[in-house]
């Protein structure tokens, strides 16, 4: 799972904003080097090697598309591993930022506006999806969320869809929430393929919809129910 994040001072603006205004648009931030591209680093890379010393099975963190926000990657992981490993995280995060005088939030879309939301991407496989010819059974498994997309979206976040909908708008790098979709290295899909298991033909999906401050527990148990049982 990718859990996007944002810092905030401690006046619940964003870390690194000018006080009276905005910073430039979104562009040269995503994955940015450099003091006036990104905001926290102290705190995340604390929090990583705070993960690390945890035993937490973190893979990876990266600065995202709006200034002062972030993600982590938790996984890989099977079963109620996730849920446990992304809480732990959670935790992690928030009481390293502390020691910086920093606020994390995991709202879904903390600033209103022409700024990117935060999600929980989650990327999902079985045994099938990975071997030989596994398109047939991600394709599969494509189908059947299809059919599922309402409750799905009434389990991807704490208030049944609510807070997603302040970022799930069919705009920045979303789909919307009303509608399912499924493409390949789309960013603005329900479900992605990624570019290289469409190339092999087998690999994983990534269900874009889950908010930043969703339920792991919650978003593992409803793909796994819908997708195998």
């Given at each position: ?11 619940l603006?964003p870390?690194g904003?000018?006080?009276n ?6 562009g ?22 705070a993960?690390?010393y945890?035993g937490?099975?973190i893979?990876?963190e990266n600065?995202?598309v709006?200034?002062?926000?972030w993600?982590?990657q938790i996984?890989v ?17 928030h009481?390293?930022a ?6 994390a939030?995991?709202d879904?879309?903390?600033i ?6 935060a ?9 099938a999806m ?7 059974a991600?394709?599969?498994a494509?189908?059947k ?9 009434e ?6 869809g609510?807070?997603?909908?302040r ?8 789909s919307s929430i009303?509608?399912?979709s499924a493409?390949v ?7 992605r393929?990624?570019?290289?298991c469409?190339?092999e033909?087998?690999?994983?999906l990534?269900?874009?919809r889950?908010s930043s401050n969703?339920?792991p527990y ?9 997708c195998?049982?």
């Amino acid at each position: 799972m990718e859990q996007e994040y944002s810092l905030l001072d401690m006046d619940l603006h964003p870390f690194g904003w000018p006080k009276n205004g905005f910073p430039g648009p979104q562009g040269p931030y995503y994955c940015g080097v450099g003091a006036n591209k990104v905001f926290g680093r102290d705190v995340v890379e604390s929090h990583y090697r705070a993960c690390l010393y945890a035993g937490v099975n973190i893979a990876g963190e990266n600065a995202e598309v709006m200034p002062s926000q972030w993600e982590f990657q938790i996984g890989v992981c099977e079963g109620i591993q996730m849920g446990d490993d992304l809480w732990m995280a959670r935790f992690l995060l928030h009481r390293v930022a502390e020691d910086y005088g920093i606020v994390a939030t995991l709202d879904p879309k903390p600033i209103p506006g022409d700024w990117n939301g935060a999600g929980c991407h989650t990327n999902f496989s079985t045994k099938a999806m990975r071997e030989a010819n596994g398109i047939t059974a991600i394709e599969s498994a494509i189908e059947k969320l299809s059919k599922n997309h309402r409750s799905h979206i009434e389990a991807y976040d704490p208030k049944q869809g609510k807070d997603n909908e302040r970022r799930l708008t069919g705009h920045h790098e979303t789909s919307s929430i009303h509608d399912f979709s499924a493409g390949v290295a789309n960013r603005g899909c329900s479900i992605r393929i990624p570019r290289a298991c469409s190339d092999e033909k087998c690999g994983y999906l990534e269900d874009r919809r889950p908010s930043s401050n969703c339920d792991p527990y919650s978003v593992t148990e409803k793909i796994v129910r819908t997708c195998c049982l």
